[in-house]
């Protein structure tokens, strides 16, 4: 984890010893399940080995499915919102993976306004899509990444857990959660 990303989390005062090493999380695909119910965003480590299922709020993951398949380019259902932080002074930064209520994501969302970081607390289900389109960095614990995949195969036990994985290449693949 970097010294600017420890800044960043101890800003909101988050204890950074207690989440361990934060692991950068790349945007690798989208996965629906054959029940149609909600759509899983997949986030990979730079390897590709360790890979973190983030569920979407509906809605949200239409525009996450666009922006990774390249059918809209990825500012444009955030354009107005990009023009108002930038006129602002406001860049986002990171978006860290934090915590779970439930079996709901939170994260911490930094940014930069005149050179203070600041930031705020979110549910991850309903900002994904705006910190692919600001091109912010994606962080999570390990730990955190195993928290996800037990309450994931617990969500709903209606939905088949073989999805067919949808990379931003497109290329079918079978993937378990």
Same mark, same amino acid.
């Given at each position: 984890m970097s010294e600017e990303t420890k800044r960043d989390l101890a800003g909101n005062g988050t204890n950074v010893e207690t989440m361990g090493d934060l692991i950068e999380m790349f945007v690798s695909g989208i996965v629906m399940a054959q029940s149609q119910v909600?759509?899983?965003?997949l986030l990979e480590?730079?390897?590709?080995?360790?890979?973190?299922?983030?569920?979407?709020?509906?809605?949200?993951?239409a525009i996450v499915r666009d922006q990774i398949s390249g059918k809209i380019e990825a500012s444009i259902s955030h354009k107005a919102g990009q023009k108002i932080l930038g006129l602002c002074g406001v860049q986002i930064k990171n978006?860290?993976?934090?915590?779970?209520?439930?079996? !709901?994501?939170?994260? *911490? &969302?930094s940014f930069v306004r005149n050179g203070v970081v600041e930031g705020m607390q979110m549910r991850a289900?309903?900002?994904?899509?705006?910190?692919?389109?600001?091109?912010a960095r994606f962080w999570?614990?390990?730990?955190?990444?195993?928290?996800c995949r037990e309450i994931n195969s617990g969500i709903d036990e209606s939905v088949p857990l073989a999805y067919e994985r949808r990379?931003?290449?497109? !290329?079918?693949?079978? *993937? &378990?959660?």
């Open positions: 909600r759509s899983v965003l480590d730079r390897k590709g080995k360790k890979v973190l299922p983030v569920w979407l709020a509906v809605g949200e993951d978006c860290i993976f934090t915590d779970l209520t439930g079996n !709901r994501q939170n994260v *911490y &969302l289900d309903e900002v994904m899509s705006f910190c692919i389109a600001h091109g999570c614990s390990l730990s955190f990444i195993k928290q990379t931003i290449t497109e !290329r079918p693949q079978k *993937y &378990l959660i």
